[in-house]
């Protein structure tokens, strides 16, 4: 069974800083990984998608690796800015399709 | 992408009642999904909703309590029946064109059952 955690759990930091968010999972049969971002009280928003053929995705000031192997992903964002804060969720997908949710890093950046 | 519109956006409910909870997206989609996400917790799968099949629970999820429908490729309901205060979560439907492909998702049904 898929076991995913998201390290740090919280995470508050001033505004220009360079983050890095960790995720790892304990299966690596995975088709790929997805990370999300969600706002209070709403939906799940698609940051980045990762196939597990691949080692990384970029998308603007966000940037995330994957090493299916060791069962990990990173999340990196750049020069966050105060409209970052939200909770940022991995999901590997396995090839059962289905996504499995760590339980999230609560950002918040300060202005 | 896809667009999804679940209805309704919230809702608060007596206990013992039960709500349809739709799943209306712009394209057709063979993969449609049901998850609960439980007050400070993370998504948990209830669900995979395939056209023309009966839908496929997890663990700890049962028919009787969350029927779902799925009649085209386009549409879904998911119902909570009798309904008691543990049942208030979030529930999101979730689409995917393939398995390689993204996951969307809806903006979700906020229920509180008193």
């Known amino acids: 069974k898929q076991e995913v955690t998201q390290i740090p759990a919280a995470l508050s930091v001033p505004e220009g800083e360079n983050l890095v968010l960790n995720c790892s999972f304990t299966d690596s049969a995975i088709y790929n990984l997805q990370w999300f971002r969600q706002d209070p009280g709403k939906g799940l928003t698609s940051l980045l998608l990762?196939?597990?053929?691949?080692r990384e995705q970029t998308s603007g000031r966000l940037n995330a690796s994957l090493d299916k192997s060791s069962g990990r992903s990173t999340l990196y964002i750049a020069a966050s800015q105060p409209g970052d804060s939200a909770t940022y969720l991995c999901a590997p997908r396995g090839y059962g399709n289905k996504l499995v949710f760590g339980a999230g890093t609560i950002l918040r950046v300060k202005s | 992408s896809a667009v999804i519109s679940q209805k309704p956006s919230r809702d608060i409910c007596q206990r013992g009642t039960s709500l349809t909870i739709q799943c209306q997206v712009d394209s057709q989609v063979t993969m449609m999904f049901w998850y609960r996400q439980q007050p400070g917790q993370s998504l948990t799968l209830i669900a995979t909703?395939?056209?023309?099949?009966?839908?496929?629970?997890e663990s700890g999820f049962v028919i009787d309590k969350f029927p779902i429908s799925r009649p085209n490729l386009t549409f879904s309901t998911l119902t909570v029946s009798n309904m008691s205060p543990e049942d208030s979560s979030i529930y999101l439907c979730?689409?995917?064109?393939?398995?390689?492909?993204?996951?969307?998702f809806g903006s979700g049904t906020q229920l509180s059952v008193l």
């Open positions: 909703a395939n056209q023309g099949s009966e839908a496929t629970y």
């Open positions: 979730s689409v995917g064109p393939s398995q390689k492909e993204k996951l969307f």
């Open positions: 990762i196939q597990s053929s691949q």
